[in-house]
Structures are given as C-alpha cells and as structure tokens.
Nanobody
Framework: QVHVAESGGGLAQAGDSLRLSCEVA???????MAWFRQAPGKEREFVAG????????FYADSVKGRFTISRNVATNTVYLQMNNLEPGDTATYYC????????????????????WGQGTQVIVSS
C-alpha cells in the first residue's frame, strides 16, 4: 500500500481557480496517477490522469480545457490545476494510483486503482 495524501481543496466562487496537490511516498515508471471526484449522492468519477513515465495526460470531457494535471518527479507530487471552476465541480477530490503496467490510456474505472488518498473537498458557489 502506497501512502497518498491530497491537499489544496477549499471554497471557491464560480470562475475561480484552485490547485490540488497529491504527494506519494514513492513512484514507479509504469504507474498512472489520477484524480477522481465524488459529489454527494453520486458515483466516483474520473477527472484526469497522468503517466509517470512520459507525463501523457488524460481528461474527462467535463474538465477538458479547464483542468490541467501535471507531475513533479523530484518531489513525488501530482497536481490538478482547476481553472474557471463551476458549481458542478463541487465534490470531494481523490488522488489514486494505478500500479498496473498499461500501454493505453488511463482507466476511468475506480476499481482499477490500487491506492487512494483520503480526499480533499472542493466547494464552488455560484
């Protein structure tokens, strides 16, 4: 089990920006790191993913053009820059690791991820 810790959530108004951070205790080249979110009463959904190996990025359609995922290999940190926030972005955001060796895009199914953080809450008001 890899320790995963998110930070950076908070309150925002529509149109604002927030940056979430995810620190991991270690990393491997073949891992995919991803952000998921879960709003009250809804299922957990994929937001964005990134390959540690080559920084290839993957996004849900709902956040393309507004959110950017990035990684810093020197500090074992993955970021989610969220711009132009909308009330529909309100959710608890989770960082997760897919440790399996994959050649294709990030898997959007939460069950395929091996390690999870505790989550950080983002609330966007209109």
């Amino acid at each position: 089990q890899v320790h995963v810790a998110e930070s950076g959530g908070g309150l925002a108004q529509a149109g604002d920006s927030l940056r979430l951070s995810c620190e991991v205790a270690d990393w491997r080249q073949n891992w995919i790191m991803a952000w998921f979110r879960q709003a009250p009463g809804k299922e957990r959904e994929f937001v964005a993913g990134i390959s540690w190996r080559n920084a290839r990025q993957f996004y849900a359609d709902s956040v393309k053009g507004r959110f950017t995922i990035s990684r810093n290999v020197a500090t074992n940190t993955v970021y989610l820059q969220m711009n132009n926030l909308e009330p529909g972005d309100t959710a608890t955001y989770y960082c997760a690791i897919d440790e399996k060796l994959r050649s294709g895009p990030a898997d959007v199914r939460p069950d395929e991820y091996d390690d999870w953080g505790q989550g950080t809450q983002v609330i966007v008001s209109s």
